[in-house]
Structures are given as C-alpha cells and as structure tokens.
C-alpha cells in the first residue's frame, strides 16, 4: 500500500510540474506572440511609414519632374515662337523692302521712259517746227518770186498789149504763164502732202 500511495504521490507531483511548466510555456508563448504582434505592428507602421516616404518622394520627385517639363515645354515653345517670330519679321522685311525696290525701279523705268518718249518727241517737234518754218519761208519766198513774175509777166502782157504786138506772142506768153501757174499748183499740192505725211509720222510717233 506504502509503494502505491508512494507512486501515486510520485504521478501527482510530476503531472502538477508538467501543468505548472505547460502553463508557463502557454504564459512565454502568449506573451512572445504578444511581443511579435506588437513588433509586426510596428514593424507594419514602419513599413507602411517608409512606404509612404518613399511614395511620397517619388510623388515629389514626379511633380517636380512635371513642373520641370512644364517649364522646359514654356520655355522651348517660347524659344520656338521668338525663332519663328524673328524669322517672319525678317521675311517681312525682306518682302517689304523687295516690294519698295520694285516699286522704286518701276517709278524709275517709267520716268526714264516718259522723260526718254518727251525728249523724242520734243526733238521731233522741234524739227517739225523748223521744216514748217523753212517750209513756210520757202513758199513766202515763192510767193514773192511768183509775184514779181507775175508783175513781170503783167507788164509784159501790158506792153505787149499797148505795143499791139501779134496774138501769138501773146498767147505764148499766157500759156507759158499758166504752165507756171500750174507747176506752182501742184508744187504747193506737193508740200502740202509732203506736210501732212510728216505730221502723220510725229502723230505716230508720239503714240507710240
């Protein structure tokens, strides 16, 4: 009876440390899960911290980036619209001034031309006036030495009539008159065509 209440005693105390040591396994292993929920909540934080650093920087560094295009965009389309600005202004320019040196070399054609068309035709008018002046001093010139032959003529036909000289010589000298009268007929029907054809020609000429 000793050896098994003995044993018995023996089972109780060693069931009893088993319990107590179980227990305090159970206590270490919930206050270690304890620790390691609370360090994997930390360690959660910092992570989802440095998560957010990192997101953060890289949401900095994108807007910066942004803000940098931005403004290298700006300033290239400025740069581009002041290049393209001084190009058209130097086209315009260059256009304008053609257009000014067109305009300035037609003028200047057109007054050497005029100037050219005025001293032809003020040579040609002068001309004209001279060989109507010496055309005019011609036949005055005529008419007087067709008058003084006339008056010759006259007196001599009055002569001859006073001196009742025969009809034949009388009718020699009227048709030897009227032969003159005649060759100064149409040599004055001659000058003046010969003056019309002129003032045709300068009429054409200063048309043209």
Not at 7 to 35: D, F, G, N, P, Y
Not at 37 to 64: C, G, M, N, P, Y
Not at 141 to 147: A, N, V
Not at 184 to 208: F, H, P
Request: hydrophobic content about 40%; glycine content about 2%; aromatic content about 10%.
């Amino acid at each position: 009876m000793s050896l098994v209440h003995r044993h018995k005693t023996l089972l109780i105390a060693h069931w009893r440390i088993w319990r107590q040591s179980m227990i305090r396994r159970l206590e270490e292993k919930a206050v270690a899960e304890s620790k390691v929920a609370v360090l994997r909540t930390a360690l959660e934080h910092v992570i989802l911290r440095d998560i957010f650093v990192v997101w953060l920087k890289h949401a900095q560094d994108r807007r910066s980036y942004r803000v940098m295009r931005d403004k290298g965009h700006k300033f290239k389309r400025r740069r581009l619209l002041a290049i393209s600005f001084k190009g058209w202004l130097s086209y315009h320019n260059t256009q304008v001034k053609q257009r000014e040196l067109t305009r300035k070399g037609d003028y200047f054609n057109k007054t050497r031309l005029i100037s050219s068309y005025y001293l032809k035709w003020r040579v040609q008018f002068m001309e004209t006036l001279v060989n109507r002046h010496q055309t005019t001093l011609s036949l005055y010139h005529w008419g007087r030495t067709l008058e003084r032959k006339l008056l010759r003529i006259w007196h001599l036909y009055a002569k001859e009539k006073k001196r009742q000289r025969g009809r034949y010589l009388v009718a020699m000298e009227t048709y030897r008159s009227q032969l003159l009268v005649s060759g100064v007929t149409q040599w004055i029907e001659v000058a003046s065509a010969m003056k019309a054809n002129r003032c045709s020609i300068a009429m054409k000429q200063n048309i043209e």
